[in-house]
């Protein structure tokens, strides 16, 4: 290299290189015009993602191989008793189904569809603690889309905030930029369950100091905000505070989903057009089939 | 000096893979504010050691794939890597007659050089700061600096890069 360069070279490099950046992250933050970009070099970038997970499925590989013969007969067991548990829910659902649309028949209410589901694994967490988000391995190769709903056995998860083709990037309903309307199981009343960034804790915001809201209520997704089907399960208020110097209660709900340690989570489709024929048989699982 | 092995390449792209997988890992809450900035440690120490083949430019193209890995916004950790790039092509000479312990003040101030930025930028994009904990992993890398360098020099050595 000539000791020429040494001087102006970096510099005049180093102030385009900062231009460029910057020229990124305005129209990043402004728009959606550099997704195609991103979504490209995470499609190079996956495989760092699947060598993150390796010690993870390694250990849980392990730990299967480790567990006894007893332990195994045991969870068998259990879960043969609570299929036949959750078996006979369904029957008493497929009776109270059909009643239900006879009776929207009647009133001329739109039918509820069932969602389709795709089973997905987690293959990682987004390491900023300031962002609560997790990777998974379906992307828009398996009709994965923007605004796509999670869930796990407990509850409502977040949603689908960047998908490349064979991953998508899904925010937790904790992250401090996530809201979701929801309403209260027993009387239907409306709030919004905002994320504050602390792992397992929602605010629900602006409840008026006289609403009736109690510990111990369940908040289900509400489908107001056209993103989420209606009543899946979102979180149980843990604490309400009745403040008469502010005009609004102070009101915190614990997630139902385990948000940091389900491995196994479901996206559900709510966007038809884009799901149908994509779905190879073996992820999906149609919703309310009691098969093992 | 002249002539550069593309094998050298891929050896300093394998230790990037490395640290971004690092940076990726997951920690358990309690420690998550304890990670090590391996990426930027990583850009120090190839700057350091050999300025006439890695530069603010590589600096930039491995923060931008870290934006990606990251899901920060699109250009943060580029702008940040870059500017602490420059910094230590500015004083590499000076840093290379340093001992360790020196090393590792100075990698200490660049890594929150670099919190800084990413965290001003950060919060530009919406999320918010709490207090000074955003400078624990420049303590933590600075701690490690150490480390990083010596078992950096030894894969230099040992595959003859130059």
Same mark, same amino acid.
């Given at each position: 290299?000539?000791?020429?360069?040494?001087?102006?070279?970096?510099?005049?490099?180093?102030?385009?290189?900062?231009?460029?950046?910057?020229?990124?992250l305005?129209s990043?933050?402004?728009?959606?015009?550099?997704?195609?970009?991103?979504?490209?070099?995470?499609?190079?970038?996956?495989?760092?993602?699947?060598?993150?997970?390796?010690?993870t499925?390694?250990?849980?590989?392990?730990?299967?191989? /480790?567990?006894?013969?007893?332990?195994?007969?045991?969870?068998?067991?259990?879960?043969?008793?609570?299929?036949?548990?959750?078996?006979?829910?369904?029957?008493?659902?497929?009776?109270?189904?059909?009643?239900n649309?006879?009776?929207r028949?009647?009133?001329?209410?739109?039918?509820?569809v069932?969602?389709?589901?795709?089973?997905?694994?987690?293959?990682?967490v987004?390491?900023?603690?300031f962002?609560?988000?997790?990777?998974?391995?379906?992307?828009?190769?398996?009709?994965?889309?923007?605004?796509q709903?999670?869930?796990?056995?407990?509850?409502?998860?977040?949603?689908?905030?960047?998908?490349? /083709?064979y991953?998508?990037?899904?925010?937790?309903?904790?992250?401090?930029?996530?809201a979701?309307?929801?309403e209260?199981?027993r009387?239907?009343?409306?709030?919004?369950a905002?994320?504050?960034?602390?792992?397992?804790?929602?605010?629900?915001?602006h409840?008026?100091?006289?609403?009736?809201?109690?510990?111990?209520?369940?908040?289900?997704t509400?489908?107001?905000?056209?993103?989420?089907?209606?009543?899946?399960p979102?979180?149980?208020?843990?604490?309400?505070?009745?403040?008469?110097?502010?005009?609004?209660?102070?009101?915190?709900a614990?997630?139902?989903?385990?948000?940091?340690?389900?491995?196994?989570?479901?996206?559900?489709?709510?966007?038809?057009?884009?799901?149908?024929?994509?779905?190879?048989?073996?992820?999906?699982?149609?919703?309310?089939e009691?098969?093992? | 000096?002249t002539?550069?092995?593309p094998g050298?390449? @891929?050896?300093?792209?394998?230790?990037?893979?490395?640290?971004?997988?690092?940076?990726?890992?997951?920690?358990?809450?309690?420690l998550?504010?304890?990670?090590?900035?391996?990426?930027?440690?990583?850009?120090?120490?190839?700057? @350091?050691?050999?300025?006439?083949?890695?530069?603010? !430019?590589?600096?930039?193209?491995?923060?931008?794939?870290?934006?990606?890995?990251?899901?920060?916004?699109? !250009?943060i950790?580029?702008?940040?890597?870059t500017?602490?790039?420059?910094?230590?092509?500015? @004083?590499?000479?000076? @840093?290379?007659?340093?001992?360790?312990w020196?090393?590792?003040?100075?990698?200490?101030l660049?890594?929150?050089?670099?919190?800084f930025?990413?965290?001003?930028?950060?919060?530009?994009?919406?999320?918010?700061?709490? !207090?000074?904990?955003f400078?624990i992993?420049?303590?933590?890398?600075?701690?490690?600096?150490?480390?990083?360098?010596?078992?950096?020099?030894?894969?230099?050595?040992t595959?003859?890069?130059?």
């Amino acid at each position: 290299m000539k000791p020429i360069f040494r001087g102006g070279l970096p510099r005049l490099s180093f102030f385009l290189l900062i231009i460029i950046a910057l020229g990124l992250l305005i129209s990043d933050y402004r728009g959606d015009s550099v997704r195609p970009v991103r979504s490209a070099l995470s499609v190079v970038l996956t495989p760092i993602q699947w060598l993150v997970d390796i010690p993870t499925s390694i250990a849980d590989d392990i730990s299967t191989v /480790l567990l006894e013969r007893a332990v195994l007969i045991k969870d068998n067991n259990q879960l043969r008793s609570s299929s036949i548990v959750l078996e006979r829910k369904v029957q008493q659902m497929m009776v109270l189904r059909a009643e239900n649309i006879r009776l929207r028949e009647l009133l001329n209410a739109s039918a509820r569809v069932d969602d389709t589901v795709l089973l997905t694994e987690l293959i990682g967490v987004n390491p900023d603690p300031f962002q609560h988000q997790v990777i998974l391995n379906k992307g828009s190769e398996d009709g994965v889309f923007i605004g796509q709903p999670v869930l796990d056995a407990g509850g409502v998860m977040g949603q689908v905030v960047e998908v490349s /083709l064979y991953t998508n990037r899904t925010m937790l309903v904790t992250d401090g930029r996530h809201a979701l309307p929801v309403e209260v199981v027993r009387n239907g009343m409306r709030a919004i369950a905002l994320g504050n960034g602390s792992h397992g804790e929602l605010d629900i915001t602006h409840i008026p100091d006289n609403a009736d809201i109690r510990k111990g209520d369940i908040l289900v997704t509400s489908a107001l905000g056209e993103r989420f089907p209606y009543g899946y399960p979102l979180a149980k208020v843990v604490s309400v505070l009745r403040d008469p110097s502010r005009k609004f209660m102070i009101v915190k709900a614990k997630p139902l989903a385990r948000l940091n340690n389900s491995r196994y989570v479901l996206m559900v489709g709510s966007k038809p057009p884009v799901l149908v024929g994509v779905q190879e048989p073996i992820n999906s699982v149609p919703e309310e089939e009691g098969q093992p | 000096m002249t002539q550069h092995s593309p094998g050298g390449l @891929m050896i300093i792209l394998g230790t990037f893979i490395v640290a971004m997988v690092l940076s990726q890992i997951p920690l358990p809450v309690i420690l998550e504010w304890w990670r090590p900035e391996f990426v930027a440690l990583s850009v120090i120490y190839w700057i @350091m050691a050999l300025p006439q083949r890695f530069g603010v !430019g590589s600096a930039w193209l491995v923060g931008l794939m870290l934006d990606v890995l990251k899901g920060s916004v699109l !250009g943060i950790n580029a702008i940040s890597l870059t500017i602490i790039a420059f910094l230590t092509l500015q @004083m590499h000479k000076k @840093m290379r007659m340093y001992p360790l312990w020196q090393q590792a003040i100075v990698v200490f101030l660049l890594v929150v050089v670099n919190q800084f930025i990413f965290y001003w930028f950060q919060a530009l994009a919406g999320t918010s700061a709490l !207090g000074f904990t955003f400078l624990i992993p420049a303590v933590v890398s600075a701690v490690l600096w150490p480390w990083v360098f010596v078992m950096l020099r030894s894969i230099r050595r040992t595959f003859k890069i130059s």
